[in-house]
C-alpha cells in the first residue's frame, strides 16, 4: 500500500509564475490536507478538501491560491503569479476519516517550492 | 484560537541519555495528540498518537503522557541514539480534523 505521494519533490519558479503541486492520498483516504511550512517556522494548516468539496479553507490565504481534490485524479493546490515570500515546503497528508478519535493524518514527502 | 507551543526548541544529549521533550496547549478541548519525526528535507513520520481520553502511549524507546486538563504532553525518548537525531513535532485535532503543530524541538544525539 504505498503512502501519500506528492510531486514535485522540488519546484522552481521565477516570480510571477504559476506553481501546481500535486498530491495523490493513501488508498481508500478521501480526506486530504495541505499544509506549508515556511522557512524557520512550524507547519500551518491551510485546507482541508474531501473529493470535490472543500470543507475548510481557513488557512489559505485569500488571492492567489487554490486548491482542489476532483472525482478522479490527485489533489491540486496552485499558486499564481508567486512571489519569494510563497518560498516553502508543502505537505500533504490524506485520512480516511472515520470520524473518531483515533482518525490519522499520514504525510507526504512534500514539495519544496522555491521562488527566484 | 488553539495555541500549541513546544520546549525546548533545541536539545543536545550524548548518546544514552533518557530525554523529555515537552508540548504545551491552550485550549483543552481536543480529538488527539500526535508525535512527529521529521528529518531534515523531509516529510513527517507519526510516532505516537494518543486520544483524548488515553493517558499515555508506548512504542519501543518512546512513551507519550497526555494530561489534558493541564493542555499538556511529554515525549520520553530512552536510551537515546544517534538515530533519533531529528525535529520532533507534537500536533493536537480539534473537532475539524485539521491539526495545530508546535514549533517542534530539534535533537541531537551525540555519540
Known amino acids: 500500500n504505498a503512502g501519500v505521494m506528492q510531486n514535485p519533490r522540488h519546484l522552481v519558479r521565477r516570480r510571477g509564475q504559476e506553481a501546481r503541486l500535486r498530491c495523490s492520498p493513501m488508498k481508500g483516504h478521501s480526506h486530504v490536507y495541505w499544509y506549508r511550512q515556511l522557512p524557520e517556522e512550524g507547519l500551518k494548516f491551510m485546507v482541508y478538501l474531501q473529493k470535490e468539496n472543500i470543507i475548510d479553507e481557513s488557512g489559505m490565504p485569500k488571492e492567489r491560491f487554490s486548491a482542489e481534490f476532483p472525482k478522479e485524479g490527485p489533489s491540486i493546490l496552485r499558486i499564481q503569479q508567486v512571489v519569494r515570500g510563497d518560498s516553502a515546503a508543502y505537505f500533504c497528508?490524506?485520512?480516511?476519516?472515520?470520524?473518531?478519535?483515533?482518525?490519522?493524518?499520514?504525510f507526504g514527502p512534500g514539495t519544496r517550492l522555491t521562488v527566484l | 484560537k488553539q495555541e500549541v507551543t513546544q520546549i525546548p526548541a533545541a536539545l543536545s544529549v550524548p548518546e544514552g541519555e533518557n530525554l523529555v521533550l515537552n508540548c504545551s496547549f491552550t485550549d483543552s478541548a481536543i480529538y488527539n495528540l500526535q508525535w512527529f519525526r521529521q528529518d531534515p528535507g523531509k516529510g513527517l513520520t507519526s510516532l505516537l498518537l494518543i486520544q483524548s481520553s488515553q493517558r499515555e502511549q508506548t512504542s519501543g524507546r518512546l512513551n507519550a503522557s497526555l494530561d489534558k486538563s493541564s493542555g499538556r504532553s511529554t515525549l520520553y525518548i530512552a536510551a537515546s541514539q544517534p538515530g533519533d537525531s531529528a525535529t520532533y513535532l507534537c500536533?493536537?485535532?480539534?473537532?475539524?480534523?485539521?491539526?495545530?503543530f508546535g514549533g517542534g524541538t530539534r535533537l541531537m544525539v551525540k555519540p
Open positions: 497528508a490524506s485520512s480516511s476519516f472515520d470520524g473518531g478519535f483515533t482518525d490519522t493524518q499520514y
Open positions: 500536533a493536537v485535532r480539534k473537532a475539524g480534523n485539521m491539526l495545530t
